[in-house]
């Protein structure tokens, strides 16, 4: 097979393309023939010699990537001879080695990718989808919320618009630059704009007129995170899954008198639901095959793995990052 490996923590460059004898299923695992492997920007993290959130820093070298997707080509003992020739879609979990043409994955943990769905499409769905599911149980919205979204074009915030709008909410989609602003503006945001502009949240202001803001969704930090407060109605909640481009702005002593509310909606607290995250996966893959939900993606050849983690830090992408072998 062929694989992206790391030899040594630091630049994008580090990753190298190279040739791997193929891994053998053990008990309880299938093989995958790999059509699609996620990039998740803890990838970046870890490469860089930062341990991310639940990750401690791998031992190397290294096979990156927790996100597959593919055809089942080859059973470890005991499995299910039914599962050969299914297309299926998988989280690793805290084990790597999705970076690959061939992967192997406990069958407990893969589910089948809805008909009609793309191997690239379920691979997004499986973590980031989940992701989002986990951050709306938990934001809990209301008939009448009125939705701004920082970073819409990202994975997780064009879902967050589609899912909005498609509740009938009125939903303000806020990114940097003409490309995902477009973009925003084609899932249906009901306001799309760019937070690069000076001017910003004025003319989010003029746009919604006396309805302010009540949910603000915040993956972005630093100074745009600052100026989405100010657009915040009495009682506004903000829920908070991000930050490249730093903290979030702290809430002032005016915002908590007038019961603004903050609180961060990733790790522990997304599980807090029966069945956990296998419960988060299978709400995302039906809103797939539902056609509720279609993820935005930017793919790169798996052999570019390392332009792929460049494209992201530097948040030139659009939606979530996806390798084809």
Partial sequence: MHAIRLHDFGPAENLRYEALPDPEPGPGQIGLAVEAAGVHVIDTHLRAGVAGGPFPLPELPQIPGREVAGVVDRLGPDVDAAWLGRRVVGHLGPVSGGYASRAVIPVTSVHEIPEGASAVEAVAMIGTGRTTMGILHQAALRPDDVLLVLAAAGGIGSLLVQHGRGRGHTVIGAAGGTEKVALVGELGATVAVDYEQPGWVEAVEAALGPRPATVLFDAV???????ALQLLADGGRRLVYGGPAGDPAELSAADEARGVTSRVVLGPVLLD???????????????LAEGLLTPAVTTFPLADAAAAHRALETRATIGKVVLIP
């Fill in 273 to 287: 639901l029966p069945g956990g995250i296998r419960t988060l996966e299978t709400r995302a893959l039906e809103a």
């Fill in 221 to 227: 930090g630093g100074p745009h995170s600052a100026e």
